[in-house]
């Protein structure tokens, strides 16, 4: 079975900040949100555990899957949002509200990944694990989650960009033999 999970929040998170590839740590209630995931996941032997490079990411899996060896893959990391990055959300450039008011018409604005270049490359970490049995835990950020979702469900045609995903979110997707199937959320 295959465990994606979203980082818990930052200070950037709640400042309504663009966050992309800055390393901001958990605040106090993404530690919690880890720990309230922790719990749902309590039973959950992970054979594997996977994360982005982010301190976020890599703590949230710390606290879900304690002690468990933690493979950092770049692949996972958040989207780069190039120029835009830490621009505050509440106030948004026409660029940006233009981009996330539809997300699959819009191209991404000039100076960011491109949605395309997300789904390729998270496509490229699953293929590269798909062969892998056992319980995985993915913990990444929510544009690069919903590049694995996308890449994983095609016939969604881009519905997954426009879904919010949630801090700590988790969705799961068996696994068995190389198939993987379609993804559900769990929390």
Not at 105 to 128: D, K, T, Y
Request: glycine share 8%; net charge negative; with cysteine.
């Amino acid at each position: 079975m295959i465990y994606l999970i979203r980082h818990g929040k930052t200070e950037l998170n709640r400042a309504n900040v663009l966050q992309g590839r800055s390393n901001y740590p958990l605040n106090e209630e993404g530690i919690q949100q880890a720990e309230q995931a922790a719990e749902l996941l309590r039973e959950i032997p992970f054979d594997y555990v996977f994360s982005s490079p982010l301190i976020r990411a890599i703590q949230t899996a710390e606290i879900v899957a304690p002690g468990r060896e933690i493979v950092i893959d770049e692949r996972l990391i958040e989207m780069d949002y190039g120029p835009y990055e830490g621009s505050d959300l509440k106030h948004p450039t026409p660029e940006i509200i233009a981009f996330f008011s539809d997300f699959v018409h819009n191209p991404a604005p000039e100076g960011m990944e491109q949605l395309e270049c997300v789904v390729s490359r998270c496509g490229a970490f699953i293929e590269e694990i798909r062969p892998i049995s056992g319980n995985v835990l993915i913990s990444t950020h929510a544009i690069a989650m919903k590049g694995v979702l996308e890449y994983l469900t095609p016939e969604s045609r881009g519905s997954y960009w426009s879904k919010y995903i949630g801090n700590c979110a988790v969705y799961t997707a068996e696994n068995h033999l190389g198939q993987i199937g379609t993804p559900k959320e769990l929390v």
